[in-house]
Structures are given as structure tokens and as C-alpha cells.
């Protein structure tokens, strides 16, 4: 021990904000080289061996076979793709000297798909499966949590090659039970819920997650053993209604009501509910808009009807208009459309009304699955100072 190359520090770095973080860099497992990027020490490499010992082990018991790429990879395998521009500002760029477009690789789907392409052409050749244990590179605009969010980061990513879907489900709970043995070999807590499948993530999509006080995904567990991403979780619409058992829509002044709050006050001063009972903002369908940009810098607008005593998810929207940026629309954004009556905005049949004079189509108008056939709301009317009571 008296060699070992250790150096152990008295205090907490001001820039370790999670415990985990504060004890690697403290114990000498692992040194900041620069934000998001750290030196393995002898220490913090001995346990990463044996991490990988053990991920290494569970592939070869899974049927998969481990090859190496290089982390610089060109340019054109992911022009192919789309993913040199999908991935923004969060993928490494640089040049040659010949002028020559590469990449640091952010993950290497496309080039395990080349590999097998050029290798193998027949059927008879699958199934396949390939693994590899390589660093990756994404430029992240925050790095935290020590390792758990760097700019350069390990990562075990595996691939199967099947010939039909029975063989992919297959494939997929071979990989599945290995990374149940991994975590329980490694005495980590986890979690298997239903996560968001995304651009490139097929039909059916799965997370293993490890609860923690410092965790950015959020999941929801039932009684009965579901558990999802709240990314992922599925909204049961209700039962439609007969629309001709529901009183007429009415239109009604609703002056001075910026916020939910105080329309339901309005309406339950000035407007009877006709069952009766009292207006809430779960009786409301408010209308938010949010502006998306492409890779390419193209923006354009979408609203999002939900009931009123519900917030858009940040997270399921940027999942769900992936690759595209997600934001709230800008004052910007209302000027070059004033068919859109900020805060009295209400759903239209075709979203013509929504129109600007040279927008080429309408804009999209998603809506809750609570929101179905036949339900009564109170939303905006389209019309400055007014609210459609239905």
C-alpha cells in the first residue's frame, strides 16, 4: 500500500454536489480533469474492473459476443441516420486536417449495424448478438453528479440481429435477465419500468432504475406490480358521451381571468353548472402553446389542450416531439399569429382559425385523452375577454 498512487482530500470539493461524487473524489478514486471529465485513479479503476468482470461474464452467459470500436467515428454513418444533426449542440464535432467531418461518439448504433452489414449476408448467419464496453462522448450543457452526468462516460451498449420478432423477444429477455443478474450480483437496488421507446427505440421499451434522492427520471409504481416512467405512463381516456344529452355550448364575457383560478371564480359567480354542483379547474381546458425547433432551426407551434388542473409534462413533451427542441411560446410567437388570443385560447374543428397569413398549414392541436367525445369544459372562445362554457 505504502506505493500506491493515493492522495485522499480533508475536505468536500465545492464542485461535488451529490454524496457519491463527494466520496470518489475524496477517497482518490477518481480526480476533475474538467466539467464532465474525470481521471481514473488506480483505486476507482480496481472497482471498475471488477464492474465490468461482472457485465462481462453476464453477456458471454446471455450469448453475446464483445468486439471494440474506435470513439472517433465519421461523419457519414450518422448523416445516414439523421442523428449528425439531430443530436445538436450535444454531439462532439471536429475536422481533419483534410477538412474531413468526424464525431466522438455519443453511442454506435449505426456503425454495429455497418459492422454486420459488411460481415455477414445471409439469414443463416443470425441471430447475432454483439456488446462492447467503450467510452462515450456528449457535449451536455450541465455535467453534475460526478460520473453519472459527464461529457465522457463508459457505457456497456449491446446489439441483436434476429431474423423475425420471435426472435427479438428472444434476444430482448436474454439481455433483460442478464441485467437483472448484474444488478443483483452488484448488490444495486433497481427497478424495471416501462419507459418511453422514442425516435429509435422500436415498440417496446424498458428502464432499469435505481431509486435515489438525486435521481432526474421519476417513476410510478402500482399495488399490483406496473411500474412506468412517468414519461411513459398511459392516460385511460374515459367513456365518450352522447353528445345530444349535454346542454348547448354558451358563450360567456370572462374579463380579467389570466390564471385558472380566477376563471373558476367566474364562473362559479356568474354561471350555474348544470348538475348543480361547483365549478373546479378540472372543468377547464386550458390551451398551452409551445414552440418547437428542429435540428435544422425551423420553428413552428403546437397547443396542448389539458385539463386545467394539469401541467404539460416537460420531459413526455420532449420525448414526444423528438428530435425537436420543446419551449413555451414566446410573445414573439403570438405576434406573427394573432389568430391565437393569448389566454382565451379554445380547440377549433380543423385548426384553420389558427392560420397566419403565410403559414403553409394549421397548427397542431393534440388534446388529453381525458378530453373525449361528449365531456363538458369551459375554454377559451377564441375571442379576447371571452369563454365557452360547454
Known amino acids: 500500500m505504502s506505493q500506491l498512487f493515493l492522495r485522499t482530500l480533508r475536505e468536500d470539493p465545492s464542485d461535488a454536489d451529490v454524496q457519491g ?17 474525470y481521471t ?9 474492473a471488477k464492474i465490468e468482470k461482472i457485465v462481462r461474464e453476464e453477456m458471454a452467459n446471455a450469448g453475446s459476443q464483445e468486439v471494440f470500436f474506435p470513439a472517433l467515428l465519421p461523419r457519414e454513418p450518422f448523416e445516414t441516420t439523421g442523428r449528425w444533426t439531430e443530436y445538436g449542440d450535444n454531439l462532439f464535432r471536429l475536422q481533419d486536417r483534410k477538412k474531413a467531418d468526424y464525431l466522438l461518439a455519443p453511442t454506435h448504433e449505426e456503425v454495429f449495424t455497418l459492422l454486420v452489414k459488411d460481415m455477414y449476408s445471409s439469414y443463416k448467419d443470425l441471430p447475432l448478438s454483439l456488446y462492447q464496453i467503450q467510452n462515450k462522448y456528449r457535449d451536455e450543457a450541465r455535467p453534475r453528479a460526478g460520473l453519472l452526468r459527464g461529457r465522457e462516460f463508459v457505457m456497456k451498449d449491446a446489439y441483436s440481429f434476429d431474423i423475425n420478432d420471435e ?33 429509435m427505440g422500436g415498440s417496446k421499451s424498458e428502464e432499469f ?32 358521451i352522447a353528445i345530444g344529452s349535454q346542454p348547448a355550448a354558451e358563450i360567456h364575457d370572462s374579463p380579467n381571468t389570466p390564471t385558472i383560478k380566477t376563471l373558476v371564480d367566474l364562473a362559479n359567480a356568474k354561471v350555474k353548472k348544470s348538475d348543480g354542483s361547483a365549478w373546479s379547474a378540472a ?7 409551445l414552440a418547437l425547433v428542429s435540428p435544422e432551426g425551423k420553428r413552428s407551434l403546437v397547443i396542448v389542450g389539458i385539463p386545467g388542473d394539469r401541467e404539460v409534462d416537460e420531459k413526455r413533451a420532449e420525448a414526444a416531439f423528438s428530435p425537436n427542441e420543446v419551449s413555451q411560446a414566446t410573445e414573439e410567437d403570438f405576434a406573427k399569429f394573432p389568430q391565437l388570443v393569448k389566454g382565451y ?9 389558427f392560420l397566419g397569413e403565410k403559414a403553409p398549414s394549421a397548427i397542431r392541436y393534440l388534446l388529453d385523452p381525458r ?10 372562445a377564441n375571442v379576447d375577454q371571452k369563454h365557452v362554457f360547454h
Open 167 to 199: 426472435g427479438l423477444e428472444a434476444s430482448y429477455q436474454a439481455q433483460r435477465a442478464a441485467y437483472e443478474r448484474i444488478f443483483t450480483r452488484l448488490g444495486v437496488e433497481y427497478v424495471i419500468v416501462k419507459a418511453d421507446a422514442g425516435a
Open 40 to 48: 481514473w485513479l488506480p483505486l476507482g479503476l480496481l472497482v471498475k
Open 371 to 380: 378530453v373525449v367525445k361528449g365531456t363538458s369544459w369551459i375554454t377559451g
Open 21 to 37: 461524487h463527494r466520496l470518489l473524489l475524496r477517497a482518490g478514486y477518481i480526480r476533475r480533469a474538467a466539467p464532465g471529465i
Open 209 to 240: 432504475l435505481s431509486p435515489s434522492p438525486i435521481g432526474e427520471d421519476t417513476f410510478v409504481r402500482s399495488a399490483g406490480g406496473y411500474a412506468a416512467n412517468v414519461e411513459a405512463v398511459a392516460t385511460v381516456a374515459p367513456e365518450e
Open 345 to 353: 385560447i379554445g380547440p377549433t374543428k380543423d385548426g384553420k382559425q
Open 283 to 289: 372543468d377547464t381546458l386550458k390551451n398551452v402553446v
